[in-house]
């Protein structure tokens, strides 16, 4: 009988049979290329950007090694926008949390079937109109005239609404050039990505694993402490890096919604533009990475990946 | 006559199923009690009622003579090793075993301690701080098992303990958990589909069929005298006679049970019936020859040192009038 030629499909597919370790390398190569040029080169030009400084007289750039710009950060205008991005994303994240984790739990313990189905599309349907749109839309909400100070007025409580704007710092005109309608929207927008992970975390918790717990004389309460709130720790912690890092670096919310002190993304955008600062940029760039790795550092030592 | 727990015609429905359906049961205080029956048969339900995971939809569940429909799980004095263990995988061993003390606002040092007595109790002292995924699967039951008695219950609840494990191990636990019943004398409740356990560990056994208590009795009663022919069945240790095959063999027109080891196979004999044998199986201590007597099989289990009638051969089978057993039903 004739041997039959295999073909080049043939061929490559028993090439690739005979070494497992090439496959792999033509799987990984795109995806190692883009992680390794694009991004992790990226993220290094930038810091290197960061050490350099401006000449302050010809605004050119001083490719020389100093640390001068992160001095810069220190300064208090511009300190003042890194705390307050970090509080801004500290209270997003922790009241993201608060609210997330019952609608989590009631989708992840009760919810059946279409219930389910209904969650699933109500939690993503607001990520699949765009984000600018959703915004204009608070900031119209919230606005002088809007919908809220509205329906405030119809049921008598202007009196308290007047009372909250009128509190120092958070307070303003009206809520749309509030720190509180800066939250608020912030809080709206990222809401989802903190309920998700939350409820994939307590999809995983064994419903038996509850009842071990009440059995051994655990009242509910405790229950949520001991058990349940240590198994979900993985995912709140993934929802919070969400939260946290994405308030951290938006740069178009607190434009539109809030009053008119920046926060870091502005800062970049500002000093890499108009300014030209491309080293202060950069540092300020950096300030949400730092902030990130010592956050999840802490988290690790607290012990919240521990149930992974 | 005190009992640990009482069923006062019971019933638990979900929707149109019955799972439990007009029980009563009362369970001695210091017995070891098995629940068996096939899956779905309501003795799990009959378990979670005791615990307090389900509520009767009529009747009530007495726990010392008191009604514990109101009570929730955490406020009765029954304690539960679960089916797969249920133990907390963020927690080490130690702190499983002290979870029920911990609750209760007892000092750590001092719930260590009693954790570390527990987990003497189940032989594995020295293992206090690994986590439940660095144990081997009978180790883990011992935790479960020592997690549940570190409260001191009056009712220990096991639902279906050793099904998650090998022959062997399944077998020295038999041991173990009846060693330990006597040596702590509480109430054990028991839940099994393995007619085999329940027989050997138990003193009392009820075999529920259909969420209905079939038969309830001590271990010898179930086997030799069973009641109906589900039960003759699912103990799977007797051959079951139809009116007619029990007629042909000269009893009276009724279902009978009949054990395989009273029976005498004699080859080219007569007997009561005869019929030909269509398989021979080893089984160790005893061989299973089974014989077509006119289209219904009996086995017949002939000790290891006797010798067994060959495949095709045609043979009698004999026994002693007393040795069948008039059992319920048409």
Redesign the interface.
């Given at each position: 009988m004739e041997a039959v030629r295999p073909g080049i499909a043939a061929r490559l597919s028993d090439l690739f049979w005979r070494r497992p370790g090439a496959l792999l390398l033509v799987l990984l190569i795109p995806p190692l290329l883009w992680l390794g040029v694009i991004y992790i080169g990226s993220l290094a030009a930038l810091l290197v950007q960061s050490f350099f400084s401006i000449d302050e007289f010809s605004g050119l750039i001083n490719y020389e090694f100093t640390l001068k710009t992160y001095a810069e950060l220190l300064r208090p205008a511009n300190f003042d926008i890194i705390l307050r991005t970090t509080l801004m994303a500290a209270a997003v994240t922790l009241a993201a949390a608060v609210i997330a984790f019952p609608i989590a739990y009631y989708a992840a313990r009760f919810a059946k079937g279409h219930m389910k189905a209904l969650f699933y599309l109500g939690v993503m349907l607001p990520l699949w109109s765009s984000y600018l749109v959703k915004v204009y839309a608070w900031k119209l909400i919230l606005a002088k005239e809007g919908i809220l100070t509205w329906a405030v007025d119809g049921v008598g409580a202007s009196a308290a609404l007047n009372a909250i704007l009128a509190l120092p710092v958070i307070g303003g005109g009206s809520l749309s050039v509030s720190y509180i309608g800066t939250f608020l929207v912030f809080l709206y927008v990222w809401l989802p990505f903190m309920i998700l992970p939350v409820q994939a975390a307590l999809e995983r918790v064994?419903a038996?694993?509850l009842?071990?717990?009440?059995?051994?004389?655990?009242?509910p309460g405790?229950t949520l402490r001991?058990?349940i709130l240590?198994?979900a720790m993985p995912g709140i912690i993934a929802g919070s890096i969400f939260t946290f890092s994405l308030t951290l670096g938006d740069y178009i919310i607190p434009q539109i919604v809030g009053s008119s002190r920046l926060f870091i993304g502005q800062a970049v955008y500002a000093h890499q533009g108009t300014a030209g600062n491309i080293p202060l940029a950069a540092a300020f760039a950096v300030v949400p990475i730092v902030i990130m790795g010592l956050y999840l550092w802490m988290a690790k030592r607290q012990g919240a990946f521990?149930?992974l | 006559m005190s009992y640990a727990v009482e069923f006062d015609h019971v019933s638990r429905h979900f929707g149109t199923v019955r799972a439990v359906d007009n029980v009563s049961i009362a369970i001695e205080e210091g017995g070891f009690f098995a629940m068996l029956g096939p899956s779905g048969s309501g003795k799990t339900t009959c378990l979670r009622l005791i615990?307090?995971?389900e509520r009767p939809t009529a009747g009530h569940v007495r726990i010392f003579g008191e009604t514990s429909e109101d009570l929730?799980?955490?406020?009765r004095p029954?304690?539960?090793v679960?089916?797969?263990y249920?133990?907390?995988?963020?927690l080490s061993v130690r702190d499983n075993v002290a979870?029920?003390l911990?609750?209760?606002g007892i000092d750590k040092r001092t719930r260590h301690a009693r954790a570390e007595e527990m987990l003497a109790l189940v032989k594995l002292d020295s293992y206090g701080d690994r986590k439940p995924a660095q144990l081997s699967g009978g180790q883990r039951q011992r935790v479960a098992l020592a997690?549940?008695l570190v409260?001191h219950p009056r009712v220990l609840l096991l639902d279906e303990p050793l099904g998650a494990l090998d022959l062997k191990l399944r077998e020295a636990m038999q041991d173990e958990l009846k060693a330990l019943q006597r040596q702590l004398g509480i109430t054990f409740v028991f839940v099994t589909h393995d007619q085999g356990e329940a027989l050997s560990m138990a003193d009392r056994v009820a075999v529920f069929n259909d969420g209905r208590i079939v038969q309830e009795g001590s271990p010898e009663d179930i086997y030799q005298r069973p009641r109906t022919r589900f039960v003759a069945d699912f103990v799977g240790s007797a051959n079951v006679l139809s009116p007619a095959l029990s007629r042909r063999a000269g009893g009276p027109e009724a279902w009978h049970s009949l054990r395989a080891e009273a029976m005498e196979a004699i080859e080219g004999g007569s007997g009561r019936l005869s019929g030909t044998v269509t398989t021979v199986r080893y089984l160790g201590a005893v061989k299973r020859v089974t014989v077509d007597v006119g289209g219904d099989e009996l086995t017949v289990a002939i000790p290891a040192g006797q010798d067994a009638p060959a495949e095709g051969a045609t043979v009698g089978l004999n026994w002693t009038a007393t040795a069948m057993h008039r059992m319920e039903g048409a």
């Open positions: 064994p038996n694993l009842e071990a717990s009440n059995d051994l004389g655990a009242r405790q001991h058990v240590p198994l521990d149930a | 615990s307090g995971f929730p799980p955490n406020r029954v304690n539960t679960f089916q797969d249920a133990l907390f995988p963020h979870y029920g911990m609750v209760q997690r549940a409260n």
